[in-house]
């Protein structure tokens, strides 16, 4: 069974810095993309950056040159350092995880990032 979790949310102010950790375990398959997604209350999910095995990204453009994601292969590891965080990134912060051959991705239960004014 895989499972993906996530780490490193918190509180902070605006201007500050958080790193979110995301490690997906249970499978001998390769992982292939990892991705962040965030959810604020009352807003749709939006997908927040990827990366894939071959370490290439993709960002949203709200967090394009303050975010910044990366992976462990060996682990199955994902980071995502924010940086210069605003309010509006406060959200439920959830990793997922592309399991080659299987169909879907697997989620994390997500993590909570607060960034006050």
């Known amino acids: 069974q895989v499972q993906v979790v996530e780490s490193g949310g918190g509180s902070v102010q605006s201007g500050g810095s958080l790193r979110l950790s995301c490690t997906a375990s249970g499978t001998t398959y390769k992982i292939r993309t990892m991705s962040w997604y965030r959810q604020a209350p009352g807003k749709e999910r939006e997908l927040v950056a990827d990366?894939?095995?071959?370490?290439?990204?993709n960002y949203a453009d709200s967090v394009k040159g303050r975010f910044t994601i990366s992976r462990d292969n060996a682990k199955n590891t994902i980071y995502l350092q924010m940086n210069n965080l605003k309010p509006e990134d406060t959200a439920v912060y959830r990793c997922?995880?592309?399991?080659?051959?299987?169909?879907?991705?697997?989620w994390g239960p997500g993590t909570q990032v607060t960034v006050s004014s």
């Open positions: 990366i894939d095995d071959g370490h290439d990204t």
């Open positions: 997922t995880a592309k399991v080659e051959w299987i169909d879907g991705l697997y």
